[in-house]
């Protein structure tokens, strides 16, 4: 079996004698999508910049694969409105990046048509979309996503998780993800880290949303109001919102002014 790209072994970082993180072990390997869960201010952004190289650990052992790549999205573009940058600018600025793979990186993310458009005129799903793109640009054999579908409409999270796991099947690469959506990104993970300081539990999905630990943090799953489910519509209600069982028979209702439903 390969060695992971990634292990963290006992990793502890304190701060004027609090502690942020706290033991904290896990890995992750070549072509599996791991997503660290928690509730605010558990420590995955640190544990986030600890794997970065931008925080250093207390104690414990970090152990990157010699030939790691990481490619790095960050929570934020962080860019003055006023400062005028189109997309193709923008990823020109990547360093040591081959100017020839902007646009088919562009292509492969869907906002090739953006290629001229100044950055901060993009929407949420587009400036997400850009900054994966960023991180593509790098050649990564790891994906390290900071909250990737911040400010990003249903539709359009799911359109960026099936992204994501495209890109992981396509390239192999590794993926970490922060995210604090619950239902959406489960689909699309192989392993879940729950953490709030320390690691609350780990595994798959569904061993993770089992488990009491999780089930402390965020509830019970499936109690919640919100429900996530395909409709098939393929049945016709009547004008008293009974189902009608041959469509046929019925034609559609036409709204009108005197409509009060
Ligand atoms: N350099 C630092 N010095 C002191 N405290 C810090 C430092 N960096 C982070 N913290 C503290 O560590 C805790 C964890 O922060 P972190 O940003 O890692 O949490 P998070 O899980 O990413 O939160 P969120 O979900 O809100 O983004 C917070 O209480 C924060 O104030």
Do not use: W
């Not at 304190?14 to 993180?21: M, Q």
């Not at 409105?81 to 081959?98: A, I």
């Not at 690691?199 to 569904?206: A, E, M, N, R, Y």
């Amino acid at each position: 079996m390969n060695a992971p790209l990634v292990a963290f072994e006992d990793i502890s970082i304190a701060f004027d004698g609090r502690t942020l993180l706290d033991q904290i072990s896990m890995t992750i390997d070549a072509g599996e999508i791991v997503t660290l869960i928690g509730p605010n201010g558990s420590g995955k952004s640190t544990l986030i910049r600890t794997l970065l190289g931008l925080q250093t650990a207390t104690s414990g052992k970090l152990t990157r694969d010699k030939n790691l790549r990481i490619g790095y999205m960050p929570q934020k573009l962080h860019i003055d409105s006023t400062l005028p940058l189109t997309v193709k600018h923008f990823l020109g600025l990547v360093r040591g990046v081959n100017k020839a793979d902007i646009l088919p990186t562009l292509e492969r993310l869907g906002i090739a048509h953006l290629i001229s458009s100044q950055v901060h005129v993009l929407s949420g799903g587009e400036t997400q979309r850009l900054l994966l793109a960023r991180a593509l640009l790098n050649q990564p054999n790891l994906l390290v996503l900071d909250e990737p579908v911040q400010g990003v409409d249903v539709n359009g999270q799911i359109e960026l998780y099936n992204l994501i796991e495209n890109i992981r099947n396509e390239l192999g690469c590794g993926v970490l993800m922060v995210s604090h959506d619950l239902h959406l990104v489960m689909a699309k993970t192989d392993t879940v880290v729950c953490i709030n300081q320390h690691v609350c539990c780990s595994g798959s999905p569904q061993h993770v949303t089992e488990h009491p630990a999780y089930q402390a943090l965020f509830g019970v799953p499936g109690s919640e109001s919100i429900a996530i489910y395909a409709h098939q519509h393929d049945h016709v209600h009547a004008e008293d919102g009974h189902v009608v069982s041959d469509p046929q028979q019925h034609k559609p209702h036409q709204h009108s002014a005197s409509c009060n439903h």
